[in-house]
């Protein structure tokens, strides 16, 4: 599934998040905070289910799709500390809670089907989370709705229906609002703008008014009513740069995301900046040592960085740091540690480690890790608008390996190379990685994870010293991305984060499966 018009911030550098996995932990936590609004703020009963054939039946314990929901139906926010706590913390508050598994042929295989009740409203509510952190509204009391949390948002229940019409024509003569539509039973306004109480307090004495949920927005870019952008493939992007005066990659991210976000130059770079504290942290917080009981693998770094500065390892220069970063990121993650998914928590090692290895290795200037920093962004923008970041789509190959693609144009950026050269290296990145599957061992979003960050990593690091050799990568990246998903729809289901085939299912990931539960006894 597409995105319209994706935001780097948006879509690919983010959500800012705890939890091992963006596309069920932290989209979870933005559907929840969505219901919660549309249940005016509360609830009293909640009762999920998940598809049987979808890949929430076997993931969304060990993946933390039910801490994510629990979290934004109690109002948390994605990096909450308290994230873990969460369905304790639901139960506290005598929410009555049910989650039942049954076949109900939902067409995607994150779906998430809620029966949400208070005091005083009932409701059905069917959502998505479509990879990296991104979700979708699809329907609410069986009507097709789409509210993917880019804007403040308005939903009104008419008391007759037939009359909805009637009420927009009163409603736009009130609000001003970026749009207006009707779903049936539900009128739909959206504004980038928050709405002025008096306004609402005056809409809703119209003769006809009902029930109104005021939604606000779960993403940080908030969309405006004539959005549009200079380009959207890199197609688009070599002819835009072309007719501009041979733009650099960073520079083009800049445009793009200035124009998509209505964000001035400076803003973009206080948001990148932003980020990349938050990734530096990261990497700090996994070398100190991480410890979490729900967890596979120890702190594999701790020992790596000793024999590093034991000269122990091979000689691979400015690798073995790229190594160790991205591995602390990862434990980070695994720790329930405050990270950026980017493109998702799976592959949140990968970029960070990367680039702030390759930058301080370089003495490169805070500037210039920004800088690669928006170069990886605007060609995850071109994988988010054309292809997909989730594993239950299209396996691993759209996680790391789009981490990997990202990353290479980034050092590319690092290393002063030109537009042609990032995007070639992106090219042979993501060229190298088609196929990769996605089979967590014991159902966690640890390993085989870890290795395939790194993987991803030294993949990035060997395509930008190509590109920069002039290596030819022989097919354009809009068709790499586009043959990527299609490798990706082709993959079995049990190869797409479903632990049910591929390392998932050997004896030894079962066996560990067993001890965790056994420890939790």
């Not at 002063?416 to 014991?442: F, W």
Request: negative net charge; contains cysteine.
């Amino acid at each position: 599934m597409a995105n319209l018009l994706p935001s780097i911030f948006n879509d690919v550098l983010g959500p800012v998040m705890r939890g091992p996995s963006s596309s069920h932990c932290a989209a979870a936590q933005r559907i929840g905070s969505i219901c919660l609004d549309i249940m005016n703020g509360e609830i009293t009963e909640v009762e999920v289910t998940y598809d049987r054939k979808g890949s929430l039946a076997t993931t969304h314990k060990s993946q933390g799709s039910d801490m994510g929901l629990y979290a934004g139906l109690l109002g948390w926010k994605a990096d909450d500390s308290r994230m873990a706590q969460s369905e304790s913390a639901l139960l506290d508050k005598g929410i009555k809670l049910s989650v039942e598994i049954k076949d109900t042929n939902a067409s995607h295989p994150n779906t998430y089907e809620l029966i949400l009740r208070n005091n005083s409203i009932d409701k059905s509510i069917k959502a998505i989370s479509v990879g990296g952190g991104i979700i979708e509204i699809i329907e609410i009391d069986q009507i097709p709705i789409s509210i993917k949390g880019d804007y403040y948002e308005l939903l009104i229940f008419p008391k007759q229906r037939g009359s909805e019409e009637t009420l927009v024509a009163r409603i736009n003569d009130i609000l001003q609002a970026d749009r207006i539509l009707v779903n049936d039973a539900c009128i739909q306004i959206r504004s980038s703008n928050e709405f002025d109480k008096a306004l609402i307090s005056k809409m809703m004495d119209l003769p006809g008014m009902s029930l109104f949920s005021y939604l606000h927005p779960v993403l940080p870019v908030i969309s405006t009513k004539e959005m549009s952008v200079p380009f959207i493939s890199c197609t688009e992007m070599l002819a835009y740069s072309e007719r501009n005066g041979n733009l650099k990659l960073w520079q083009l991210a800049l445009t793009y995301e200035g124009a998509r976000g209505n964000l001035a130059d400076t803003d973009v770079f206080r948001k990148i900046k932003e980020l990349n504290g938050i990734m530096k942290g990261s990497i700090q917080n996994g070398l100190a040592g991480t410890a979490y009981e729900d967890r596979i693998l120890g702190a594999q770094s701790l020992n790596f960085k000793k024999q590093m500065d034991a000269s122990n390892l091979l000689d691979a220069g400015m690798l073995n740091r790229i190594i160790l970063y991205t591995s602390a990121v990862m434990e980070s993650k695994s720790s329930m540690g405050l990270i950026v998914a980017a493109p998702t928590a799976g592959s949140s090692g990968t970029i960070p480690g990367t680039l702030v290895a390759a930058a301080e290795h370089m003495g490169a200037r805070e500037d210039d890790l920004m800088k690669a920093m928006l170069a990886a962004g605007l060609i995850g923008v071109f994988i988010a608008q054309n292809a997909t970041f989730s594993a239950e789509i299209a396996g691993c190959q759209a996680e790391c390996g789009a981490a990997s693609a990202m990353s290479a144009a980034g050092l590319v950026s690092l290393a002063n190379g030109t537009l042609e050269q990032s995007i070639g290296a992106a090219s042979l990145a993501l060229q190298n990685s088609l196929g990769m599957i996605c089979d967590p061992i014991a159902n966690r979003v640890e390993a085989p994870c870890l290795g395939k960050n790194i993987m991803a990593a030294s993949n990035a690091l060997s395509c930008a010293n190509m590109a920069l050799a002039d290596y030819n990568p022989l097919i354009n990246f809009d068709e790499v991305v586009e043959v990527m998903l299609k490798v990706g729809k082709s993959m079995p289901h049990e190869l797409r984060c479903t632990a049910l085939g591929g390392l998932s299912i050997t004896d030894s990931a079962i066996r560990i499966e067993n001890q965790l539960k056994d420890k939790k006894k």
